[in-house]
């Protein structure tokens, strides 16, 4: 029976029918995913958190959704998302589980397909606190912080590379509507002044009610999807049960 990947059972072999959306099904062949390609939804529950990696522009943060979706064609010629590399790993990157939106906040990074990055390290969980123009004390996880891009005096960064005290106007919010939705409701925005006042320990994040949809395909490259993607790619149990 016909049904979407967001919708599948898991543990049982897969044949993707058709993907939805000419440049995201596009994007989904690149990395093996086509008509007739076979998956394995898997039953995994994913701890997720920001990683810098280095790429032609110098180092950038990801935040734990962009690094699910970013996925490294390595120097051994294994593929991996970054969410699963370690320090030190290599490679370009071979494309993303995700739309064009995707793409473009990774090009805002300084990072597009085909370049060749380094996995550096995974960031410990933190909390930032800053005042908004001069007025509202706010504090965002280190997700969030990543996804705040501004100018400071020594030129556009991400808010969760600069210093206590350090001059930073907002830019631009590098996130979907619930993130932006989020931050704006904590008053930031393009055109606030962000101060950052302390940089403190936070506390493991992991996906509850937004835990992504996790699926191995035949050559063992683990794919992670938001829910609204998944739906998007239209599969059937494999009658050969291959």
């Not at 898991?10 to 058709?18: A, F």
């Not at 898997?42 to 810098?52: E, Q, T, W």
């Not at 991996?80 to 590399?85: G, Q, W």
């Not at 609204?228 to 790619?233: C, E, F, L, P, V």
Request: charged share 25%; glycine share 12%; hydrophobic share 40%.
């Amino acid at each position: 029976m016909l049904t979407t990947l967001a919708a599948a059972p898991v543990g049982v072999p897969l044949v993707i029918d058709r993907i939805a959306g000419h440049d995201f099904a596009a994007r989904m062949s690149r990395l093996g995913l086509y008509e007739g390609a076979i998956l394995t939804r898997l039953d995994d529950s994913v701890a997720i958190g920001p990683a810098k990696i280095s790429g032609p522009g110098g180092e950038v943060t990801l935040s734990g959704w962009l690094a699910a979706k970013v996925i490294v064609h390595l120097d051994d010629d294994s593929r991996l998302p970054l969410l699963e590399c370690v320090p030190g790993d290599s490679g370009h990157m071979e494309g993303i589980t995700g739309h064009q939106e995707i793409e473009e906040i990774l090009a805002m990074l300084g990072v597009k397909e085909n370049d060749r990055i380094t996995f550096l390290r995974r960031l410990p969980p933190m909390l930032y606190k800053a005042v908004v123009d001069g007025k509202e004390r706010v504090q965002i996880n280190e997700g969030m912080a990543a996804k705040i891009l501004g100018d400071t005096p020594s030129g556009t960064a991400q808010f969760c590379s600069v210093g206590v005290g350090e001059r930073f106007t907002v830019r631009r919010i590098l996130a979907g509507a619930h993130a932006s939705e989020s931050l704006e409701g904590l008053g930031i925005r393009p055109g606030v002044r962000l101060e950052l006042t302390q940089v403190a320990a936070g506390q493991v994040v992991t996906f509850s009610q937004k835990t992504p949809i996790v699926c191995t395909t035949r050559d063992g490259l683990r794919l992670y999807f938001q829910e609204k993607d998944a739906t998007r790619i239209l599969v059937e149990a494999d009658a050969a049960g291959s």
